[in-house]
């Protein structure tokens, strides 16, 4: 039954390399941020709000602190610091003040020494709400009550919109938007609220450290904006929290913002105990950002022979009820509103609303892959009004390096949309399966719903593209540290700190194929991911932490090396890369006000086979192939895995992942409730890359983990549209849209 | 109360609350973290066991009803130090990305293979219908399971 454990092979750039958390992972020791204990630990349990806007009139919370096991029980006045934390904003309370504005706001929390004692001390806690009318629809949200009066993102560089509730406002005019085509087609897109689904759930342990001060591990995709938020608003020195990073579940944007840090570091302050936080599915749903929903409405205008003339969106984004990175979300939705193609005249209007939603902020694609759903969707309209193959089409218009996006920046480095285009239309999907199959090789599957009657073939096609990197100047670098010595026997032995968060992408695999790469050694040890041993490394978002990490051990290993053989010393020594600056759009114009106002731009092209029962309203995805710009591949399985995990994100969110609620209640927070892709929904997905590599990128690389999720959710529908006949303009797809309903 | 189980070819003995799954029980008060609590209501295997040699989601077993039962974990699956033929399969082929379905995807694999040495394409998928991963997108899964059975 076993086979030997092979030693770990791990190579240099380009090469594949075997994760070095694999075996690990697969004998169940890999401690994850719920796996985590300490003598004398507590749990944490975080009270909610049952409703989604309501006025706080009183918190008792003293049958909850007489409740067996309890050792304490806090409230928003027990902050010790500042009341009020935000990714970018400041405009989320700890916890809840005198108001909730969405379902599941944290409100007070509790410790008590078995997870049952806390959640049974935490229905003790008693909350006397006034409800208010909550602001559920998007489009009204500008005409009512403001739920942050103090307009938190205004005056930050941002196009001044007076109306209530608007999180960010952003034209792009580019050209003569009013120039007409020959022919106009216009459409208005929908896209349900996605979620992230990461398989492990918020988590992590507070540890106090006698001091003042805490250790908190825990899953982020970012450890010194945590530690840069929670300080503040434990009242100590960033110095005095300490975050180190414990082995993350998933993360796909979900991350990014707070979860337990603040609170379990709350709690662990007061009790001098360490604390344990784990969410339940259910609160992890209720307790994280989402991706934005977004209604869409775009016209494209083109020449008879189907040369884009002008393209005209307005996109809106529903923020929910905080800011989180929504204002980065709607400049992005903007930015690819056009698509990966050559427009000479634009009107993009772009607006993000405060509601009283679910709050949503960063999820892979960003804004990105609600834009390409409807531009695809678009292209395919235009397509058949003007009689023209959709792939052609495609390539007739495609975005290449040098040419002027809408918001006038110029494409510098490498985009090579027309190549991913040609190449992906060229492979070849299998042909249709013969009848009669088994069940499960046919729309609904074990469900024995069809024996093939009904059931019709289509075949889709979509382009999307996406930046890499943090945009419109933000200062975006990451740090990384060497200590370089000679071993007894003369080899070179490297230690590299860094604090980008492996969050199952494999920048460990990154990080440790640089040195290798640059030292030329094989004795790489990568130190565990902590704030307090090397600067920051930004987030593990927006496609960038390859290419950030890649950049920062590069230079560090190289100014080791240096220093080592012009000193023959131990080095330890700390580097800081930054990639190209960029500058903000203009406020009024949206236009570029420097060079760039993205870094980079990935994209990908994806061609779908997906099999309808049209009476049904039933599908099944039967084949994907996709090819993929991805500049330089570090780690070639890597990347395939990349590809292969965003499609199917791409895909749950083209058939069956929504979050659903009901004045702005999720009502179904389960994963019975909230279906993602089974081994049964993902087909063989096909892909093939395109390794042209980016002038301005260490080794050329580029980021892979978000134009395929970008691209599959618009490819899927396109292939039940072809399929069905119909316009689908809404995803998830429901079998209702399918028939017709 | 208190309960006697073996586990990994153990004889355990352990005090829990009636309430408690054996979810719980393994991971907090056994030490072997290694099944996963990614829902805890049935619906993705990351918690997948072998309880008297049948495949269960162990969040959904009480750890009073595993009293006098035998439980293996993914912990337990290696032997003489050397991994399973599924783990070796799942870490060659590029099967793990955050790695938090693994164990569950592990343990439902090595019993599929013990039912069934060759299983086809859409055997495979069915037998793995009830674990979720949310990285990869299954088909490195499907690969290590093929090289698994393959060896
Ligand atoms: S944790 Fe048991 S099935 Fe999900
Ligand atoms: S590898 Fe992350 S859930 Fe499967």
């Known amino acids: 039954m076993s086979a030997p454990a092979r030693e770990v092979v791990l190579g240099r750039i380009g090469e594949v390399s075997r994760r070095s958390d694999a075996v690990p992972k697969v004998t169940g020791e890999f401690a994850y941020s719920s796996d985590l204990h300490?003598?004398?630990?507590?749990?944490?349990?975080?009270?909610?709000?049952?409703?989604?806007?309501?006025?706080?009139?009183?918190?008792?919370?003293?049958?909850?602190?007489?409740?067996?096991?309890?050792?304490?029980?806090?409230?928003?006045?027990?902050?010790?610091?500042?009341?009020?934390?935000?990714?970018?904003?400041?405009?989320?309370?700890?916890?809840?003040?005198?108001?909730?504005?969405?379902?599941?706001?944290?409100?007070?929390?509790?410790?008590?020494?078995?997870?049952?004692?806390?959640?049974?001390?935490?229905?003790?806690v008693r909350v006397e709400y006034e409800l208010l009318e909550p602001i559920v629809d998007p489009e009204r949200a500008t005409e009512q009550a403001p739920l942050h009066p103090d307009r938190p993102t205004m005056g930050r560089g941002y196009r001044d919109d007076e109306r209530p509730n608007v999180v960010r406002s952003l034209v792009i005019r580019h050209g003569d938007p009013d120039a007409r085509g020959d022919v106009s087609v216009s459409g208005v897109y929908d896209v349900g609220i996605q979620d992230q689904a990461f398989l492990g759930p918020e988590s992590g342990l507070a540890v106090p450290d006698g001091e003042g001060g805490v250790d908190v591990y825990v899953a982020t995709q970012w450890l010194h904006v945590d530690r840069d938020q929670g300080a503040p608003c434990l009242g100590v020195a960033p110095g005095q929290v300490r975050i180190r990073l414990a082995g993350v579940g998933g993360a796909f944007g979900g991350r990014e913002d707070l979860s337990m840090q603040i609170h379990g570091s709350m709690l662990a302050l007061h009790t001098n105990r360490p604390v344990k936080i784990v969410y339940s599915r259910e609160e992890s749903f209720v307790g994280h950002i989402h991706r934005h929903p977004a209604r869409i409405l775009s016209e494209h205008r083109a020449t008879r022979e189907g040369r884009l003339v002008c393209v005209r969106v307005r996109v809106l984004l529903d923020g929910g009820a905080y800011a989180s990175s929504s204002t980065a979300v709607t400049s992005n939705a903007a930015s690819f509103a056009c698509g990966p193609y050559k427009v000479d005249n634009a009107l993009v209007e772009s607006l993000c609303v405060y509601t009283n939603n679910p709050p949503c902020g960063a999820m892979r694609g960003f804004g990105a892959v609600q834009s390409c759903f409807a531009h695809e969707a678009q292209m395919d309209k235009l397509a058949a009004a003007l009689d023209i193959d959709p792939v052609e089409l495609r390539l007739l218009n495609a975005l290449e390096s040098g040419d002027v996006m809408p918001t006038g920046q110029v494409i510098a480095g490498k985009l090579p949309v027309a190549e991913v285009i040609r190449r992906c239309a060229a492979l070849t999907p299998p042909e249709p399966e013969e009848l009669p199959r088994d069940p499960l090789r046919l729309p609904g599957g074990s469900g024995n719903t069809t024996r093939g009657e009904g059931v019709r073939r289509g075949v889709g096609f979509a382009v999307g593209f996406k930046n890499i990197g943090y945009s419109e100047g933000f200062d975006d670098y990451t740090a990384a540290r060497v200590r370089l010595h000679r071993t007894a026997d003369g080899e070179l032995s490297a230690e590299v700190h860094c604090a980008a968060a492996e969050v199952g992408q494999g920048v460990a695999n990154v990080i440790l194929q640089t040195a290798r790469t640059e030292l030329e050694t094989e004795d790489v040890v990568l130190a565990a991911a902590t704030t307090s041993a090397v600067g920051s490394a930004g987030s593990a978002s927006a496609s960038r932490m390859t290419w950030m990490a890649a950049g920062a051990v590069q230079l560090a290993c190289r100014d080791a090396l240096a220093e080592h053989r012009r000193t023959g010393s131990d080095v330890d020594l700390e580097r800081t890369y930054r990639h190209p600056r960029t500058t903000p759009l203009d406020p009024e114009t949206g236009q570029v006000t420097g060079e760039r106002a993205h870094v980079a731009y990935a994209c990908a092209a994806m061609r779908v086979v997906a099999e309808v029962d049209v009476e049904l309203g039933l599908t099944r995805v039967v084949w994907i192939g996709t090819v993929q710009d991805v500049g330089?591949?570090?780690?070639?399985?890597?990347?395939?895995?990349?590809?292969?995990?965003?499609?199917?994100?791409?895909?749950?969110?083209?058939l069956m992942e929504e979050i659903q609620t009901r004045d702005g209640l999720i009502t179904n927070a389960s994963f019975t409730d909230y279906l993602i892709p089974t081994t049964l929904d993902m087909p063989p997905v096909a892909s093939e890359l395109v390794e042209d590599a980016e002038p301005d990128a260490p080794y050329g690389v580029k980021g892979v983990g978000e134009p395929p999720t970008v691209v599959s959710t618009a490819a899927v529908v396109s292939a039940l549209r072809a399929a069905t006949g119909r316009e689908l303009a809404r995803v998830p797809v429901r079998p209702d849209d399918i028939v017709g309903l | 109360m208190n309960i006697e189980l073996r586990v990994n070819g153990e004889p355990r003995e352990l005090e829990v609350w009636e309430g408690e799954s054996l979810l719980f029980a393994l991971r907090e008060r056994l030490g072997l973290p290694g099944s996963k609590n990614a829902c805890e209501q049935g619906e993705c295997g990351s918690c997948s066991v072998m309880l008297d040699g049948k495949l269960v989601c162990s969040c959904l077993v009480l750890a009073a009803q595993a009293q006098g039962h035998d439980v293996v974990t993914v912990e337990g699956l290696a032997e003489d130090g050397n991994l399973h033929r599924v783990q070796e399969a799942f870490?060659?082929?590029?099967?793990?990305?955050?790695?938090?379905?693994?164990?569950?995807?592990?343990?439902?694999?090595?019993?599929?293979?013990?039912?069934?040495?060759?299983?086809?394409?859409?055997?495979?998928?069915?037998?793995?219908?009830?674990?979720?991963?949310?990285?990869?997108?299954?088909?490195?899964?499907?690969?290590?399971?093929?090289?698994?059975a393959s060896r």
């Not at chain 1, 049952?50 to 009139?57: C, F, G, K, Y």
């Not at chain 2, 343990?107 to 998928?125: G, H, I, K």
Request: aromatic share 6%.
């Open chain 1, 38 to 124: 300490a003598a004398g630990m507590l749990w944490g349990h975080t009270v909610r709000s049952p409703q989604a806007h309501a006025r706080i009139v009183g918190i008792d919370t003293s049958r909850a602190l007489t409740m067996p096991g309890v050792h304490a029980v806090l409230t928003h006045d027990d902050v010790p610091g500042e009341k009020l934390y935000g990714l970018e904003f400041r405009d989320q309370p700890v916890l809840a003040i005198d108001r909730v504005r969405y379902f599941g706001e944290p409100v007070a929390l509790v410790a008590a020494e078995h997870p049952e004692q806390a959640r049974r001390a935490a229905e003790q």
């Open chain 1, 632 to 654: 330089r591949a570090v780690n070639p399985s890597a990347v395939e895995g990349q590809i292969e995990g965003g499609t199917a994100q791409g895909l749950g969110l083209a």
């Open chain 2, 91 to 148: 870490a060659e082929t590029g099967a793990v990305q955050c790695g938090f379905c693994t164990p569950g995807f592990v343990v439902a694999t090595a019993d599929l293979l013990a039912r069934n040495a060759d299983p086809s394409e859409d055997e495979l998928r069915e037998a793995l219908s009830g674990n979720l991963c949310r990285c990869t997108g299954y088909a490195k899964i499907f690969d290590a399971v093929r090289l698994a």
